[in-house]
């Protein structure tokens, strides 16, 4: 569990996601969001439109994957997302800036929120000494004409 808690604390300082969706034609589509709020099990809303191609692709199949990214950072969360039109909800998350996109504001019959449950996820964190002793191991590979370890070996951790 404290991997789980360690995610959250990463994952909390994130104002955006990319979440990548199945297409239609079997293509993995990502694209950003914002994310509009994060519970401490990696659970999370997101707005969008009603009309937007994700919404088809989310009805289509809801499995999917969220990444997000610092300098030093990385997680991955798989996991299920559902459309939800609950309206205090969408009072309850509502930003004023998203009236850009949503013109008659939190009331704008057009927006509804995409519910991701996460199942599982990893993060990778190459900040301080393990960062310092990646970058040294990867630099002296590229020196020798060597393979760099892999970024997938280094700072990982799973929930």
Same mark, same amino acid.
């Given at each position: 569990m404290e991997d789980a808690e360690?995610? %959250? /604390?990463?994952?909390?300082?994130?104002?955006t996601a990319m979440l990548v969706t199945r297409a239609a034609d079997a293509h993995l589509h990502a694209?950003?969001?914002v994310v509009a709020e994060l519970h401490a099990d990696a659970d999370a809303y997101f707005v969008t439109s009603v /009309? $937007?191609?994700k919404v088809a692709e989310i009805y289509a199949d809801a499995d999917v994957?969220?990444?997000?990214? $610092?300098?030093?950072? %990385?997680?991955?969360v798989y996991g299920r997302v559902n459309v939800v039109r609950d309206r205090a909800l969408v009072a309850r998350v509502w930003r004023e800036e998203w009236r850009a996109w949503f013109p008659? +504001?939190?009331s704008d019959p057009a927006i509804a929120l995409l519910?991701? /449950?996460?199942?599982? +996820?990893?993060?990778?964190? /190459?900040? +301080?000494?393990? +960062?310092?002793? %990646?970058?040294?191991?990867g630099a002296k590979a590229y020196m020798r004409g060597g393979r760099a370890p892999r970024p997938s070996d280094h700072g990982r951790a799973r929930f």
């Open positions: 360690h995610l %959250y /604390d990463l994952l909390k300082g994130f104002e694209r950003p969001m /009309d $937007s191609p994957l969220l990444t997000f990214q $610092s300098e030093h950072q %990385y997680a991955a008659r +504001g939190e519910r991701f /449950d996460a199942e599982r +996820g990893e993060f990778w964190n /190459d900040a +301080g000494m393990r +960062g310092v002793q %990646y970058a040294f191991e």
